[in-house]
C-alpha cells in the first residue's frame, strides 16, 4: 500500500508509522507539511523518505493551498493519505476528490468530542472512558466511518496532560492496527 502522510508537528504518529510500515506492508512515498519547523519532517528524512514543505501561508486562500497539495499527492499516486498531526481543514473539494481514501487519527472516543482540546472536555465531561480513534475523513470535521478506536480507563488523578501521554501512547499502537487493516483489505 502506497501513501503519502501528511504532518503539522512533532510527528509521533508518523515516527509509528514508519517503525511498523515493513509489517503494515506500507510504502511512504513522501512526507509533506505545512509547517517548516515540523519535527516529522526530520523524521522522515533520518528515515530516508522524501520530504515537501507547502506552507499554508504562501497561498492566497485555503484553496490554492489544497489545490497545490492535490498536484504534489497526485505526482505520487497514493493509495491512501495519512494525516497524522495535520493540523488544517481541509476543503471539500479536495476531501471529495480523494473520498474513501483519507485518513485521520482523532484523541478521543469518537462520535464524543470532535474538534479541539478533547482531553480537558472529557475531564469536564466527567466520562470514565476516554481513547483515539482511526477514521475516514469526510466533508464534516471528524465525522467519518470509524475504522478502529482504542480506550483507556479515565482515573482520579488524570489530568488533561496525563491523558494527552496515555493517549498518544495508545494512538501509537492504534494507527499502525488500522493501516495494517486497511492493507490487508487492499491486497
Ligand atoms: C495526535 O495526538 C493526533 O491525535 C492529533 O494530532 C496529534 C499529532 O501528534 N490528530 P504527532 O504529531 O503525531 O506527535
Not at 60 to 85: C, M, V
Not at 97 to 103: D, L, M, P, S, W
Request: hydrophobic letters at 45%.
Amino acid at each position: 500500500m502506497k501513501a503519502v502522510v501528511l504532518i503539522s508537528g512533532n510527528g509521533s504518529n508518523l515516527q509509528a508509522i514508519i517503525d511498523n510500515s515493513a509489517d503494515i506492508g506500507l510504502l511512504i512515498s513522501c512526507v509533506i507539511s505545512n509547517k517548516a519547523d515540523a519535527f516529522g519532517l526530520k523524521r522522515a528524512q533520518t528515515a530516508n523518505i522524501p520530504t515537501l514543505l507547502i506552507e499554508h501561508q504562501n497561498f492566497t486562500s485555503r484553496q490554492a493551498f489544497d489545490d497545490k497539495l492535490a498536484e504534489k499527492i497526485d505526482w505520487h499516486q497514493p493509495d491512501i493519505i495519512i494525516l497524522a498531526g495535520f493540523m488544517r481543514i481541509l476543503s471539500k473539494i479536495f476531501v471529495e476528490k480523494y473520498a474513501g481514501k483519507i485518513i485521520n487519527i482523532h484523541p478521543s472516543l469518537l462520535p464524543q468530542f470532535k474538534g479541539l482540546n478533547t482531553h480537558q472536555r472529557a475531564l469536564d465531561a466527567g466520562v470514565e472512558t476516554h481513547g483515539a480513534t482511526v477514521h475516514f475523513v469526510i466533508n464534516k470535521l471528524d465525522s467519518g466511518a470509524i475504522i478502529m478506536q482504542k480506550s483507556i480507563a479515565i482515573t482520579a488523578t488524570d489530568t488533561a496532560k496525563s491523558l494527552q501521554e496515555k493517549i498518544q501512547k495508545i494512538e501509537h499502537i492504534l494507527y499502525p492496527l488500522a493501516l495494517k487493516k486497511i492493507s490487508k483489505k487492499l491486497s
